[in-house]
């Protein structure tokens, strides 16, 4: 009998570890499951400021549930204890012994950001399974990364609007973190650490930044001239950046396949501007709602037989077949969601710059998503005998 049971204990194990968990009473947190990755766990509402928790709560909260492990903790609008002041401490095994995949800070309040500190164990039973860790609308000025520093599966970090953040410590799991996003953090001034804390960096997402063209050059340059940066990254979004120009150096970038640029101010494209790697995919080119009025010949290159190009909301007025042609060329394959979406641009369709494609290529068409001209008529309504002059 007990050989039996201590030959059943090993596959009770494997049982238990691949059952999923089940929503237990969180309060005041909710739960829910989210198959087939786990529980998610939210405390506090970050469209209700009045339910803030406290880590108290959070503390009580998980040394009272039985799930081990949690896929993602949100904890929303935390507020200060009633002995902490005004500052929202974490202490050391603040989840008891569980461990989370995906943990959300966020400590604001009408008020404004909170400080934040975070004791260097607080979450040491997450150490090797916490994979990502975001926090948003707090106060860094005490707040230091060392609970982070034994992470030994950290892969993305996300830091969102906030005070007094002091830049990146030189600890090692920044060496592992291949997706940073910094979003609506309107002074953010540690760009010149990006390149040098974060070498294997394959998703900068820098949005909402305000850097303007000399930082992101200064920056984009540094990941540019690092020896992995050039060959891993894949991913640059510079949303909403104040750019005029399309920042220099983007061709370096041997594995990007994947560039933002919503929400600038970039007016004129010079040829090969977006000059991708001929051996990567390009996925997305998003430049809607900048200032657009022109493009040069060969402005883009590379393989964009899978890629949607973004030219929405600018004022473009010509769609010239030096600029488009090899491009649509290449999105022909059927199975492909290729196109280049086009739409609220004032073109031009009076004179015979459109000949080549109405007349002549109107297959092309398909993959031109949203263009009509300044009079109001959709490209696919113009009617090819309309060029029939043209050369
Ligand atoms: C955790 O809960 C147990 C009861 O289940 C209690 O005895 C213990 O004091 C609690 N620990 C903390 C730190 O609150
Ligand atoms: C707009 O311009 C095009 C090209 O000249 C013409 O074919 C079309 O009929 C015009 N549409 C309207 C509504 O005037």
Not at 252 to 276: D, E, Q
Not at 341 to 366: Q, T
């Amino acid at each position: 009998m007990m050989l039996l049971i201590l030959l059943l204990l090993p596959t009770f194990d494997v049982l238990a570890a691949t059952v999923p968990d089940v929503c237990e009473d969180y309060t005041p947190c909710s739960c829910q499951e989210y198959e087939p990755y786990g529980l998610i766990v939210r405390c506090g509402d970050p469209f209700d400021h009045k339910s803030s928790i406290t880590s108290l709560d959070v503390h009580d909260v998980f040394n009272r549930t039985k799930a081990r492990h949690v896929f993602w903790l949100d904890l929303f609008s935390l507020s200060p204890g009633v002995d902490s002041g005004d500052v929202i401490q974490l202490p050391a095994d603040v989840l008891s012994e569980k461990s989370v995949d995906r943990l959300g800070i966020s400590c604001s309040t009408l008020a404004g950001p909170l400080v934040l500190e975070i004791h260097p164990d607080a979450f040491r039973s997450s150490a090797h399974q916490m994979g990502h860790f975001e926090i948003a609308g707090c106060d860094f000025s005490r707040l230091d990364f060392q609970f982070l520093a034994d992470t030994t599966s950290l892969i993305s970090l996300s830091l969102g609007p906030g005070l007094n953040f002091r830049g990146f410590p030189r600890l090692p799991f920044l060496a592992r973190v291949t997706s940073l996003r910094i979003y609506n953090y309107m002074d953010f001034r540690y760009w010149n650490q990006i390149a040098g804390r974060f070498p294997f960096l394959e998703s900068l997402f820098l949005d909402g930044t305000q850097l303007g063209d000399r930082l992101i050059n200064k920056l984009v340059s540094s990941i540019a001239s690092s020896q992995t940066g050039r060959h891993s990254l894949t991913q640059l979004s510079l949303w909403e950046n104040r750019l005029s120009r399309v920042p220099e150096h983007l061709s370096s970038l041997k594995k990007l396949s994947y560039v933002n640029l919503f929400g600038n101010a970039i007016r004129f494209l010079a040829k090969g501007s977006f000059a991708f790697n001929s051996e990567i995919k390009v996925t997305f080119l998003i430049l809607t709602r900048n200032a657009l009025e022109r493009i040069e010949p060969d402005a883009f290159q590379g393989d964009f037989s899978e890629a949607i190009i973004y030219l929405d909301y600018n004022h473009l007025t010509r769609f010239d077949s030096a600029v488009y042609q090899k491009v649509l060329e290449q999105m022909r394959s059927l199975s492909s969601v290729a196109g280049i979406y086009v739409r609220n641009n004032p073109f031009e369709c009076g004179d015979c710059h459109l000949a080549w494609l109405i007349r002549d290529k109107p297959h092309l068409l398909k993959r031109v998503f949203g263009g009509r001209c300044s009079n109001g008529t959709q490209f696919e309504d113009l009617k090819p005998e309309g060029y029939h002059d043209c050369r």
